[in-house]
């Protein structure tokens, strides 16, 4: 009987073992903008009178509309529609209009890591993000063509649609 109860046991342990979880592979980001890159930042919405609040990381944002019902976390898929342009400058992407893209939080550039769960879902938001928390110093080409120079400050106005 004591056989059967251990070997009974030793099973129970073995399935439970090898039971599959799912793991988040992403972590939170320490990375935070230098002080030079927030006071770009802080001169360009001084100058083009534009109000945004500094997050502890130094991404500058304004919620335009806060939404409802949870946060989006680190690992959370979420769907947005979002437009992204160099600071001042033109567009490089936007999928307004479109049926919207879906991501894992935690697969985004840093800038929308940090501030994205300030929202709720069909909360809007604008994001002014520096280098170091955007493409930093590597530019990112399409189709041979570089589309988002080095060293970029970036701006979004992003809508969380939902989150999944």
């Given at each position: 009987m004591n056989r059967i109860l251990t070997g009974l046991l030793s099973a129970i342990l073995l399935f439970a073992s090898c039971k599959k979880e799912d793991k988040c592979p992403h972590t939170e980001s320490g990375v935070s903008a230098s002080n030079a890159e927030r006071a770009y930042l802080q001169n360009y919405l001084s100058n083009n009178s534009l109000a945004a609040t500094e997050h502890s990381s130094g991404v500058f944002y304004n919620i335009t509309a806060p939404g409802t019902g949870n946060s989006p976390g680190i690992c959370s898929n979420i769907k947005v529609f979002y437009t992204g342009s160099i600071l001042g400058g033109n567009t490089f992407d936007s999928n307004v209009g479109t049926s919207g893209n879906n991501f894992t939080l935690g697969?985004?550039?840093v800038g929308w890591q940090k501030v994205l769960p300030l929202l709720k879902s069909g909360g809007k938001i604008i994001l002014y993000i520096p280098p170091s928390l955007g493409y930093g110093a590597n530019p990112v080409i399409?189709?041979?063509?570089?589309?988002?120079?080095a060293?970029?400050?970036l701006k979004f106005e992003i809508e969380l649609v939902n989150i999944q």
């Open positions: 697969e985004l550039i399409s189709n041979g063509v570089v589309v988002i120079p060293n970029s400050y």
